[in-house]
């Protein structure tokens, strides 16, 4: 008895950390218009909290709602599906995507009235019945069923969501050199991983010999824990994500209006601005760059694929490259970590740094500021 009420404590303490955090991230998606983001987190707080009240019987005659008797569950799968279409092609989304929200209309019209058909001292019954028992409410046989498939939505959802990924990067990869297939791959597997954990919630929790009640509370944790994670690498790659800009095919320019004149200055005034430093600006995105010379996104994007060669992404990373170099041999910087460098220059890891860094010039960092071979490895 005593073993299960610590874990109820360290279950129930886990989750209250866990759905304060996923409140904090779902204020912060809002901000960054990641709608969709920000209201699974919201509604997913909502419910954990609604069960937390519910199992320690506060605000019964509120926590029970979704608590107990209704669930959002067959409305996360859509809002995961939706979000990543949406991440991946930075579109809005069209009427007709509503239509994956209508199995979760059907679920609440046909439930709801099930349930307020049932005194106030029926539900009281059956909750306690739940808590005490792990007793579940007995509908009828068609809101069963649909219960009953409500585990499989999100399942389905999940593996649809990562076939979208897996067919976006099939694409890209055919058509371009694209930074940004690198950034979505954290998605990829972000999905595999809630995979894997749908299965082991699933058909593992099944063989562990705890109360009902508690079994079910426990069997979000890892979810509380995965969706946490995934909105803190989402806040990481989203700028890459919707601004990188992939290296054209020849063709993709052949209509464009934009005089060499036209194109020379642009890149004059690209040079100006990495001259100036912007590059140090660790989630510096095409908008913000093309929004300091005044000029629009797709030309400044032509420019540096024409005149450079290659995409934003690459052309960001050169400069950043060659002010690293530069301060490397510069004994002025003697005092700094070849890290504190890079982070000074606009990296955000160590790991992209360092393979960055021997891409381009062939020696690891530490190598280059040991036998000071700045002037062979300089840009040309």
């Not at 009420?5 to 279950?11: F, G, K």
């Not at 400044?300 to 052309?315: A, E, G, L, M, T």
Request: with cysteine; aromatic share 16%.
């Amino acid at each position: 008895m005593d073993e299960f009420l610590s874990l109820n404590v360290i279950v129930y303490t886990l989750l209250s950390v866990g759905v304060f955090q996923s409140l904090i991230f779902s204020t912060l998606m809002y901000r960054k218009k990641q709608f969709l983001l920000s209201g699974w987190l919201a509604l997913f707080s909502f419910e954990i909290i609604s069960k937390l009240l519910l199992y320690f019987k506060i605000a019964l005659p509120i926590s029970q709602w979704f608590g107990f008797w209704f669930s959002f569950d067959i409305v996360y799968g859509p809002l995961l599906l939706l979000w990543v279409l949406q991440l991946l092609t930075d579109k809005k989304l069209s009427y007709w995507h509503l239509m994956h929200f209508l199995p979760a209309l059907l679920y609440f019209m046909m439930i709801i009235p099930e349930v307020f058909m049932l005194t106030t001292e029926m539900r009281l019954t059956a909750i306690n019945a739940y808590l005490e028992g792990g007793q579940w409410a007995i509908f009828s046989e068609p809101v069963m069923l649909i219960q009953s498939l409500t585990l499989w939505h999100p399942l389905f959802y999940s593996i649809s969501a990562l076939a979208v990924i897996l067919h976006s990067k099939y694409k890209q990869q055919k058509c371009t050199a694209s930074a940004q297939l690198s950034h979505s791959s954290w998605l990829l597997s972000m999905l595999i991983v809630h995979i894997i954990m749908w299965f082991v919630v699933i058909f593992g929790l099944a063989f562990i010999p705890l109360p009902a009640a508690l079994l079910y509370m426990l069997s979000y944790l890892p979810t509380v824990v995965w969706i946490n994670l995934m909105t803190y690498l989402s806040l990481c790659y989203l700028p890459f994500m919707h601004k990188t800009v992939d290296v054209a095919k020849p063709e993709k320019y052949a209509q464009t209006k934009l005089a060499s004149p036209q194109l020379a200055e642009i890149a004059e005034q690209l040079e100006q601005i990495m001259a100036q430093g912007i590059f140090s600006q660790s989630r510096l995105t095409l908008a913000q760059v093309s929004e300091k010379i005044d000029v629009p996104s797709h030309y400044v994007s032509q420019v540096i694929n024409q005149f450079y060669q290659c995409n934003f992404f690459d052309y960001v990373n050169g400069h950043r490259l060659k002010s690293v170099k530069k301060q490397l041999k510069d004994e002025q910087y003697g005092h700094l970590t070849i890290l504190e460098i890079a982070l000074e220059n606009g990296f955000n890891s160590k790991s992209t740094f360092n393979s960055a860094f021997k891409k381009h010039t062939g020696f690891t960092p530490s190598q280059f500021r040991k036998q000071g071979l700045a002037i062979k490895c300089e840009l040309a």
